[in-house]
């Protein structure tokens, strides 16, 4: 079975400061991958996906991540970051049957 | 209105009763989903459903149960409920078929309290 590690369940960090978020998977298939955001009190809101072609895939806000095949990664990063990034960030893997499975999260806490 | 909506946002329940937890959607997608969050483990899948006459068992579905009312509504119940299903509950929606982009549509969630 598929599954997602994200090896920081929390990560703080200063404005416009740069942020990884690191995102690893096991799949012995093709892989399509996913970052979500959760911004406090809010659902879950799909910031960008990896499907196939380029392995780099960015979002509209600036932030980016790359597919590495070899390190089975979708690290998720962002240049420099802004109060209104602060939230929970997870990373998903779809399986052939449609399912998504879900990392246990990263809080991203940005301070002025 | 949202494509995705669930009802309530909010409930507190006492351990043993029934409660049953709606998602109805406008997006037209067949599939949907239900998923419970809890702090450090991520979402996890507690049924799922590729249609009307399609359901199916998740990673977590012990003391829960499903009813997919139609292709736009797909319920939650809880039997008997019990302090650990205190979480956030999410509904989900997608199309693979129609859009391609394979993502989901969440709802809002709803936020349940056993007590």
């Known amino acids: 079975a598929q599954s997602v590690t994200q090896l920081d369940s929390q990560v703080p960090v200063f404005e416009e400061a740069p942020v990884e978020l690191r995102c690893n998977y096991s799949s012995s298939v093709s892989v399509y991958l996913f970052w979500y955001v959760q911004y406090p009190n809010q659902g879950l809101q799909l910031l960008l996906k990896y499907l196939s072609g380029s392995t780099l895939v960015e979002s509209i806000n600036g932030f980016e991540a790359e597919f590495n095949k070899s390190q089975t990664s979708f690290h998720l990063r962002k240049p420099s970051v802004h109060i209104s990034d602060t939230a929970e960030y997870f990373c998903a893997v779809r399986e052939y049957t449609d399912k998504l499975i879900f990392g246990t999260g990263t809080r991203l806490q940005v301070f002025p | 209105d949202a494509d995705v909506t669930q009802t309530p946002r909010n409930r507190i329940t006492k351990t043993g009763k029934r409660i049953m937890l709606e998602c109805s959607q406008t997006?037209?997608?067949?599939?949907m989903y239900w998923y419970r969050q809890d702090p450090g483990l991520g979402l996890r899948l507690i049924y799922y459903s590729f249609d009307v006459k399609d359901i199916n068992k998740g990673e977590i579905s012990d003391g829960y149960s499903v009813s997919r009312q139609a292709q736009a509504k797909f319920s939650l119940s809880l039997e008997s409920a019990i302090p650990n299903q205190t979480a956030l509950y999410f509904c989900a929606t997608s199309d693979p078929d129609r859009n391609f982009n394979y993502g989901y549509t969440f709802g809002s969630g709803t936020r349940l309290t056993v007590v």
């Open positions: 997006k037209g997608h067949d599939r």
